[in-house]
């Protein structure tokens, strides 16, 4: 997605969303988790970081001034690049110009389905760049998932 953005616009801002959340089934990780992940991957693929910016955003309790909510933690932006239906939804209500990328291979590359692996046992690594899955293990991440859900037997 971070490709497809950069072949049409000069800079991306990348929202790490829900970023008061960790430590919950659907979002294990810190923002700052969040942030080296992406940065590692980033690095991995010789995408420099001068060309996008990475900004935690914390929920709030009304979608509808939501947009409203992440225009003031951002710069000034031309177009919002997601695929979520109800951000697209409260962008657009908000007037921003949308663009939606296509499906790269989504039916693996998802976070719900990474979790799941993580818990179960089974392989989640291949679905992740390699810098992502050493700093998970560094982190002992995975370990944390299944103590979250209660399958971690020790
Ligand atoms: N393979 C992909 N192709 C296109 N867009 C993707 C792909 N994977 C993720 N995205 C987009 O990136 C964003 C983050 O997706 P991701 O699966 O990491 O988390 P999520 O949408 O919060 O899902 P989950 O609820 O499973 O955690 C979403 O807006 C999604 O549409
Ligand atoms: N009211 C709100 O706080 C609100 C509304 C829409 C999306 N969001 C956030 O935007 C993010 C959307 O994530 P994806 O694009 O990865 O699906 C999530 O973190 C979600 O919580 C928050």
């Known amino acids: 997605m971070v490709k497809w953005g ?29 942030i080296e992940m ?9 995408i420099p970081g001068d060309r996008y910016y990475l900004i935690p955003v914390p929920d709030i309790l ?5 947009a ?5 933690y951002v710069p000034s932006f031309e177009a ?15 007037g921003s110009e949308i663009l939606i990328p296509p499906s790269f291979h989504r039916e693996k590359y998802n976070s719900t389905l990474i979790r799941k692996n993580m818990i179960t046992g089974e392989k989640w690594e291949s679905l992740v760049p390699g810098e992502v899955s050493d700093f998970i293990k560094s982190i002992k991440g995975d370990e944390r998932l299944r103590e979250i859900v209660g399958t971690d037997k020790r």
């Open 6 to 34: 950069l072949e049409r616009l000069d800079e991306l801002i990348i929202l790490i969303g829900s970023a008061q959340e960790s430590h919950t089934l659907s979002n294990p990780f810190t923002a700052g988790e969040r």
């Open 38 to 46: 992406i940065r590692r991957a980033m690095k991995a693929e010789g």
């Open 62 to 66: 009304m979608n509808n001034v939501w």
């Open 68 to 72: 409203y909510h992440v225009k003031m």
């Open 80 to 94: 919002v690049i997601a695929r979520n239906p109800l951000v697209l939804r409260l962008f657009k209500e908000a």
